[in-house]
């Protein structure tokens, strides 16, 4: 979670014009945590005099109180939010009649906000999915541990064509991605 919340946050801080990013957790802890110390690691590495400010709600359902913080973050002048959990379709309704901008993660949230949505990091379990059926067809059941990265394909930035991204943030992204990979940035 926190490779993509680092090239995510590289993003949001190159096109923010506020300076201002708001992130949402629903918990300070576990996957969501990384992802939301990942983003505003990436944020100030690209832009360090940005302001982010974070926000952990106590609950992975509460849609109103994912809603009532987008609206706080922008409030204080956030341009760029984004979180983690189910609860994320409130803030993204929020960032869309609001006028914000909105990164997801673990799903392409596009179609939810076409307008909001920058980017998104993916998912890809299909690498793994294809190393346990092999694994089963072996004889190996069980005793091996998986984690979703860069470098073996099980994270995917996302991109939304409907929002013009400059190339130099893309770049930006790419070098991001490639020093995660190669252990220059450690997010």
Known sequence: AQEGGYVLGTVAAL?????????????????????IEG???????AKPDAQVSVTYTGSFSDVSLMATAAET??????????????SVVGAIGVAKDKGAFWFGTQWDQTS??????????VYDWTGIIKDMIASVKAGVMGGKGYTLTFKN?????AYNPAITIPAEVKAAADAAIAAIN??????
């Open 15 to 35: 096109m923010s014009k506020s300076g201002v990013i708001g992130e949402t957790g629903p918990v300070d802890a576990g996957d969501a945590k990384l992802y």
């Open 39 to 45: 983003f505003q690691k990436g944020v100030l590495a």
């Open 73 to 86: 973050h922008i409030a204080a002048g956030a341009d760029m939010l984004t979180g983690s959990s189910q």
């Open 112 to 121: 939810l906000a076409p307008t909001a949505v920058i980017a998104s990091q």
């Open 153 to 157: 394909g099980g994270l995917v930035i």
């Open 182 to 187: 190669d252990g220059t940035v450690v997010p």
